[in-house]
């Protein structure tokens, strides 16, 4: 399954920078792409994960670690419709 991580910071800011860039995948999660953006959101994670379980371990670690708000969407690929 395919997922994108929208987020917002909410404290730590250099330091969760920092932490993105060095964001390592725990078992069974495969990070496609990690983002910095500008506009509403400020970062951005493409992943798949096996499942929604696997997925939500993932984001609530690396939202508790970065003080990040996150917000989640599974993403379909159009050719899949």
């Keep these: 399954m395919l997922f994108v991580t929208l987020m ?12 993105l860039k ?3 995948a ?6 496609r792409e990690i983002y ?5 959101y400020d970062g951005i994670i493409v992943f798949e994960a096996p499942d929604e ?9 690396t939202g508790f670690s970065t003080q990040y708000a996150m917000e989640t969407l599974v993403a379909v690929p159009a050719n899949q419709i």
């Design 36 to 40: 910095f953006t500008f506009g509403r």
């Design 8 to 19: 917002l910071p909410k404290g730590k800011g250099a330091d969760a920078v920092k932490y």
């Design 22 to 24: 060095e964001l390592k």
């Design 26 to 31: 725990p078992k069974g999660v495969k990070i």
């Design 53 to 61: 379980a696997t997925a939500m371990k993932f984001v609530m670690q």
